[in-house]
C-alpha cells in the first residue's frame, strides 16, 4: 500500500515526508525542488509488538511500515498539464491513499481555499478520463448490443455529473461500479486526510484545537495540524532533546504517530505478527484479507504454497503469557485458506516450498 504526500509547492509536503521517513529528502523554497518522487517508510511504533516480545523473547524487534511518497508541487492548471501537470497526476494515480498539506503558516493562509483548488484539480482530471472512456466504449458499441458496455456507460455518466455537482468518486461508487468502469485510478477514489502547515511558535496546546476548528468550520473532510517543520527536527533527535525541544514550544508530543494512525485508517490495513528465527515482526495488511494472502505480505513462496496457518491472538497471548499454556488451553487455533486475518493476530504460516 502507498501513502502519496500531495500539495502546492513550497507547502511543506518533503519536510512532513522527511519526519515521517526520517529520509532527509532535499527541501528548498523554491517550487518544483521534488521533481521526481521521493520514496520512504514510516514506521509504525506498535505497542503490542514490544508486549509479544517480552512474552516470546527472541533477539530483535521489526516495527511495520506504511510506503510513502513525496509527489512534486501541484499548480493550478495541472490537469492541464500547468507545472509537472500530467506528470505529477499519473504519480498521485499510483497511490492509495493521500495526504493533502496546506499552507497555514503564511502571514495570510488559506488552507480551504488551497484544498479547493487542489480538490478540483483532482476532479477535472477524473472528468477528463471518464470522458475518454466513455468515448472508447461508445465507439466499441457502435451498431451493436452489449449490455456490460452500456452499464458501464451509464455509471460513467453518472460518475461525470456527480464530479461536476462537486462530488468525489469515493463516497459514489461502490467497488463493483469502480471495477466495472476499470476506475481505481481514479484521483478521486481515494481516501485522504488534511495536514494543516502551521508555524511551530503557534503550536500551543491550549489554543490550536480552537484556531484549527475555527479555520476549518466548513469542511466535513478529516484534518489535523501540526509544525512539519518542528515534526521534521524533533524526528532527527533522541531522548532528552527530542524532549527539550518540544519544551520550548510547550507541548508534549510530537503529532507524527497520531497521523500514521490516522493515515493506517485510511488505507484500512490492520497488523498482524510473526515470531520466527529470534524475530518478532508486524505486518500490514488490508482488512477482510485472508490467511493465504497474510502469507503472501511476507513472501509470495509463503502464498503459493500456503497449507494452512497457526494463529493466537495478541489478547490471548497477553493475558495467558504463556506459550505451553496457550496450547494446552486450545487458544492456539489452526486455520486455512479463507480464514479473515484479525487485527492483532500472531500468526504462523505452514507451506509447501
Keep these: 500500500m502507498k501513502l502519496g504526500i500531495v500539495g502546492f509547492p513550497n507547502a511543506g509536503k518533503t519536510t512532513l ?106 476532479m477535472l482530471s477524473d472528468i477528463e478520463m471518464l470522458e475518454r472512456k466513455k468515448d472508447r466504449l461508445i465507439k466499441s458499441i457502435k451498431g451493436k448490443r452489449d449490455l456490460k458496455a452500456e452499464d458501464a456507460i451509464s455509471i460513467i455518466v453518472r460518475s461525470i455529473n456527480h464530479l461536476n455537482e462537486w462530488g468525489e468518486i469515493k463516497n459514489f461508487l461502490n467497488n463493483d461500479e469502480i471495477i466495472s468502469i476499470e476506475g481505481h485510478d481514479l484521483l478521486t477514489s481515494k481516501p485522504y ?61 510530537t503529532m507524527i504517530k497520531d497521523l500514521i494512525k490516522h493515515c493506517m485508517n485510511i488505507l484500512n490495513l490492520i497488523i498482524f505478527y510473526t515470531v520466527e528465527s529470534g524475530i518478532v515482526q508486524g505486518w ?27 494463529v493466537i491472538s495478541y489478547n490471548d497471548m497477553i493475558a495467558i503469557c504463556d506459550f505451553k499454556k496457550i496450547k494446552e488451553m486450545g487458544k492456539l487455533r489452526i486455520e486455512g485458506v479463507e480464514y479473515i486475518v484479525n487485527d492483532g493476530d500472531i500468526m504462523k504460516f505452514l507451506f509447501r516450498s
Design 193 to 253: 486526510i488534511l495536514v494543516l502547515n502551521i508555524k511551530p511558535e503557534d503550536l500551543c496546546e491550549n489554543e490550536i484545537n480552537d484556531r484549527l476548528t475555527e479555520v476549518m468550520c466548513d469542511v466535513k473532510e478529516e484534518y489535523m495540524g501540526l509544525s512539519c517543520l518542528l515534526e521534521e527536527e524533533v524526528s532527527k533527535l533522541e531522548g532528552d532533546e527530542a524532549i527539550n525541544m518540544l519544551q520550548l514550544y510547550n507541548i508534549k508530543k
Design 17 to 122: 515526508f522527511n519526519a515521517l521517513t526520517r529520509s532527509g529528502a532535499k527541501v528548498d523554497s523554491y517550487p518544483f525542488t521534488t521533481i521526481e518522487p521521493n520514496v520512504g517508510y514510516a514506521v509504525l511504533e506498535d505497542e503490542r509488538l514490544i508486549k509479544i516480545f517480552e512474552v516470546v523473547g527472541g533477539n530483535e524487534v521489526r516495527y511495520p511500515s506504511i510506503k510513502v511518497v513525496d509527489i512534486a508541487g501541484i499548480v493550478e492548471g495541472a490537469h492541464k498539464g500547468e507545472g509537472l501537470g500530467n506528470k505529477f497526476l499519473s504519480h498521485i494515480r499510483e497511490m492509495d491513499a493521500l495526504i493533502f498539506v496546506l499552507d497555514a503558516y503564511s502571514d495570510i493562509p488559506k488552507p480551504i481555499d488551497d484544498f479547493s483548488v487542489l480538490r478540483a484539480e483532482l
Design 284 to 310: 500490514t495488511l488490508e482488512r477482510g484479507k485472508n490467511a493465504k494472502k497474510a502469507a503472501g505480505i511476507i513472501h509470495t513462496d509463503m502464498e503459493e504454497g500456503f497449507i494452512k496457518a497457526e
